[in-house]
């Protein structure tokens, strides 16, 4: 999997929660009767460059890997699950974000946004449960995830379920995360000392769970000075009519 972004001890001692509005994440969500790769926080959906989605890969119930099509929409992709296509991970480089002195953000490294000192490296990874499996577990290789020790599919609107957070394998506690990205993406839970929490089933339809860190550079290079992470589990509780 492709491995832009450095994280190593020392900016994982500087990562912080995010609580900020603009939490754009990843995740797959039925529109138009095809399977969406959806950009966006809340109600917002946004367009994006397909060239963006920098790894596919999906799993059957038994974790074993299976090829997932996709569809350039051109300013999106839908993709095409086959049968036994249970889970899909994806990464999403979603590029250079500097502050201008115009007071907006550019999609641009800092070097190329005039009078910029903030500058970000955005990546976005995600996490979609479409059928159930025989055992959960995190996805190989994945830097970023949150794990349902529950599978998701299984459950109904209320229905408690604890997930946890893992960057390379390791928990991650004290760190807040967005039971409901869809709905109420400014509302946080924190994770407890083996990096999980308990939350409930949110919606009866498209569920995303997600977190946003952000890791500051000890040097900012020339194009940004932070990498920005968003990390999305997310699932559907009512199955699509088959008529």
């Not at 999106?76 to 974000?97: Q, S």
């Amino acid at each position: 999997m492709k491995r832009n972004m450095l994280f190593g001890l020392a900016a994982l001692a500087a990562v912080t929660a995010a609580g900020c509005a603009n939490a754009h994440g990843v995740w797959f969500a039925p529109r138009l009767d095809k399977t969406q790769l959806v950009l966006g926080e809340g109600p917002k959906d946004n367009a994006y460059d397909p060239k963006a989605v920098t790894m596919l890969q999906g799993y059957d119930a038994e974790w074993g890997k299976v090829a997932v099509e996709s569809v350039n929409g051109g300013d999106h992709i839908t993709i095409v699950p086959a049968e036994n296509v249970a889970v899909v991970a994806v990464e999403f480089d979603y590029g250079y974000w500097s502050n201008g002195k115009d007071g907006k953000w550019h999609n641009a490294p800092m070097d190329q946004v005039e009078g910029s000192t903030v500058g970000t490296h955005a990546v976005k990874y995600g996490v979609s449960y479409f059928k159930s499996v025989k055992a959960v577990k995190p996805v190989e290789g994945l830097p970023f995830q949150i794990v349902p020790m529950t599978d998701p599919t299984t459950l109904k609107v209320g229905d408690p379920l604890v997930v946890q957070l893992l960057h390379d394998g390791k928990p991650m506690p004290d760190t807040n995360i967005i039971p409901d990205v869809v709905n109420h993406h400014t509302v946080f839970a924190k994770t407890d000392a083996e990096g999980k929490a308990a939350l409930k089933v949110a919606n009866g339809g498209v569920n995303v769970i997600g977190v946003e860190l952000t890791y500051n550079y000890d040097k900012p290079t020339a194009k940004a000075t932070r990498d920005k992470v968003f990390a999305s589990l997310s699932f559907v509780t009512v199955p699509p009519e088959e008529d």
